[in-house]
């Protein structure tokens, strides 16, 4: 039997637990943040999965990860689907959570708008310096808040990868939605967003353009993960292991079948506001990479959390073979 014929067949006869009955309900206190890299969180739910797993998901919506911590911190979640970055700030902090499994990689990207965007015909440090020339001002560029995924990416990326002109660019850090709708509204030049954020200002403006995607900005760069809290794994593993599962899933589902997973993602993630063609189009974009093993991203979680300490977002390393469990991955995988 096959690696892949064998995990549905776990992840079936888990279900087949929760469709007998055997499996009493249980809530799981979800939060997330709304970006196509925790999809699985929407086809889980919209595909019924977790019901039948006697899971029953209480999901709340945060505008970036660090604010999630803070939900973490005090309780009030058992899981956790957004960036890893605040989760090794976290750690270093003392919350015991685990990444027990990955969600994507490469979900970042660099739009720009307006004059930088008409400048953006080769180099794009080339670009930020001669904007900052023609406007008499550096770029602002939109980001999350310090220590999240898409303020670290950016950050490496215009250092490391491009090494810009520190004086042509001034980044700013806000919500998710104030990212995109600053953007939108001129009120910045370029940010570093996630889908659907990409697809929908593509739609809106098609002078709109990407300076940086995925690997060009930082190779194999690690996005949003599934993290349980320390206390929650040792309370019901045997939920935890089910969870995994459906994650697995889920996973294969959005890799197999974007036309069906977004619908899911319509519903759940755009309330019904945004037409589900968006969403099939931010489902195989780019800046969608599908992926469930954590061990697919330890090494590159390494690199991102040696610019952190570089930033001065972590003060001390964060333990990351503590960080990742993939032991829950592994039970969930051979399951019987």
């Known amino acids: 039997m096959g690696l892949r014929t064998s ?12 469709a007998a009955g055997t499996v009493s ?19 889980i739910e919209g595909e019924g999965w977790d019901r039948q797993a006697g899971i029953t998901i209480s999901p709340t919506q945060f505008e970036s990860g660090p604010a999630m911590i803070s939900a973490l911190a005090s ?38 708008r307006g004059p930088l965007a008409a400048l953006a015909t080769g180099e794009a440090a080339a670009a930020l310096k ?32 491009i090494k810009a002109d520190p004086a042509t660019y001034e980044v700013v850090g806000m919500g998710i939605e104030q990212t995109q709708q600053a953007l939108l509204a001129g009120a910045v030049d370029a940010a570093s967003v996630r889908e659907p954020t990409l697809t929908l200002v593509q739609e809106r403006d098609a002078a709109a353009k990407v300076l940086a995607i995925g690997n060009q900005m930082m190779p194999d760069q690690p996005g949003s993960v599934l993290a349980l809290t320390g206390d929650f794994i040792r309370r019901d593993p045997a939920m935890a292991e089910r969870l995994v599962a459906l994650h ?14 977004a619908r899911h993602l319509q519903k759940g993630l755009g309330k019904g506001l945004v037409p ?18 954590p061990g697919r991203i330890r090494v590159a979680t390494g ?10 977002v972590l003060k001390v390393p964060a333990d990351l073979d503590r960080l990742f469990d993939g032991s829950i991955y592994s039970a969930a995988r051979t399951a019987k």
């Open 130 to 161: 001669a904007f900052a020339a023609q406007e008499k001002r550096p770029a602002r560029i939109a980001s999350q808040p310090s220590g999240s995924v898409p303020d670290t990416v950016l950050r490496y990326w215009l250092t490391t990868m």
């Open 75 to 112: 309780g009030t979640l058992d899981a956790y689907y957004g960036g890893i970055g605040p989760l090794m700030v976290a750690q270093t902090k003392g919350l015991d959570v685990r990444v027990v499994a990955a969600d994507a990689v490469g979900e970042m990207a660099v739009v720009a």
């Open 276 to 293: 589900v063609e968006v969403f099939r189009r931010a489902l195989v974009s780019p800046a969608s990479n599908f992926i469930a093993d």
């Open 303 to 312: 690199v991102m959390q040696e610019f952190q300490l570089r930033l001065g």
């Open 25 to 43: 309900a249980a809530e799981l206190r979800v939060g997330f943040i709304p970006v196509i890299g925790v999809a699985q969180l929407f086809v």
């Open 248 to 261: 697995v899933r889920a996973t294969d589902l959005l890799n197999r079948n974007p036309e069906q997973a």
């Open 7 to 18: 995990l549905i067949s776990g992840v079936v006869a888990v279900l087949a637990l929760g």
